[in-house]
């Protein structure tokens, strides 16, 4: 082998143009004008791309959160309680039993979203002003046993 091919496969030399990148690190690399940094860059934009289509899914899918870190770490709220969520690299972990795995999917099976409490009822008397039944109903209460006239 010559010279020329050794510094190529040790790292002192671009393996694709021969430029010299100084001292030798043992195995193959490319300069910055031959895409040395490539696979860094796909990295990246695919950890990019997990973060967005993770935080769609998880909309989509009723679980309600708060991004920190620029979207780059989620804090889940599940029925299985607090759920840490890096959607980057798929990692979570449930807060109270310290339990580890990765991918949003397996998220999703493993925790359900957390579901909304059950509205209030109030069973209408007839002291309720219809006033007061509409504040009841905007406020989220169900109110049984009202009369049409009043709702």
Request: charged fraction near 20%.
């Amino acid at each position: 082998m010559g010279e020329i091919a050794e510094s190529m496969l040790d790292g002192s030399c671009c393996e694709q143009c021969g430029e010299y990148l100084g001292e030798a690190v043992g195995y193959a690399q490319c300069c910055a004008a031959c895409g040395g940094d490539s696979e860094r860059e796909d990295s990246q934009m695919r950890r990019a791309s997990n973060r967005e289509s993770s935080n769609r899914l998880l909309r989509e899918n009723g679980y309600t959160f708060d991004e920190r870190n620029g979207a780059a770490h989620l804090i889940v709220q599940t029925q299985r309680g607090i759920v840490d969520f890096w959607p980057g690299t798929g990692k979570f972990i449930v807060r109270s039993t310290r339990y580890e795995a990765r991918g949003v999917f397996n998220l999703m099976q493993h925790a359900a979203p957390l579901q909304p409490a059950a509205p209030l009822e109030i069973q209408w008397k007839p002291h309720m002003t219809p006033f007061s039944v509409r504040a009841y109903l905007q406020a989220g209460f169900i109110l049984a046993g009202a009369p049409a006239d009043s709702k």
